[in-house]
């Protein structure tokens, strides 16, 4: 009986370990890590051992439990909201940040076949706010600043 419940050990242990790596393998990641709005990011990911024409990626705050529908979203096939017939073990998307997006650090997540199941987290990136800047720190009363931003 012993050697029965090693065997069976022995085949749980091998069959966890197998799944994990499959599974562990799938990476996204987005560039640049910073940015404004009005620029665009790169999504890229690798590793998805059975993609389909429905894996998509949804964009949500960091700190947001990744609960719920995501802020946007795109099926990694077509790179927009569109259904495409080419699925895609890696690739990457070029995604345009809106002036719908306020200031705060995101993360994006890499969704299996249509469906809220997770293969991959990307790396946190910012989106900035204006950085303003002023002509000078100190103004005479009835003298002029100049403020601008970028």
Do not use: R
């Not at 979203?73 to 790179?79: D, G, L, R």
């Not at 299996?112 to 790396?123: L, P, Q, R």
Request: aromatic share 18%; hydrophobic share 40%.
């Amino acid at each position: 009986m012993k050697k029965f419940f090693t065997f069976i050990t022995c085949i749980a242990a091998a069959i966890f370990i197998a799944v994990k790596i499959c599974f562990a393998a799938a990476a996204i990641s987005v560039l640049p890590e910073s940015v404004t709005n009005g620029n665009n990011l790169t999504f890229s990911w690798s590793g998805v051992t059975n993609p389909t024409n429905w894996d998509w990626v949804g964009i949500y705050y960091k700190d947001s439990g990744y609960e719920g529908e995501p802020l946007d979203w795109f099926y990694t096939s077509t790179c927009n909201q569109s259904e495409g017939w080419s699925a895609k073990a890696s690739g990457s998307c070029n995604y345009f940040i809106d002036e719908d997006y306020y200031p705060g650090e995101y993360t994006a997540i890499l969704f299996s076949n249509d469906d809220y199941y997770d293969i991959a987290t990307s790396n946190v990136f910012e989106i900035m706010g204006a950085e303003l800047s002023l002509s000078s720190n100190s103004v005479s009363p009835g003298g002029q600043i100049t403020v601008s931003w970028s």
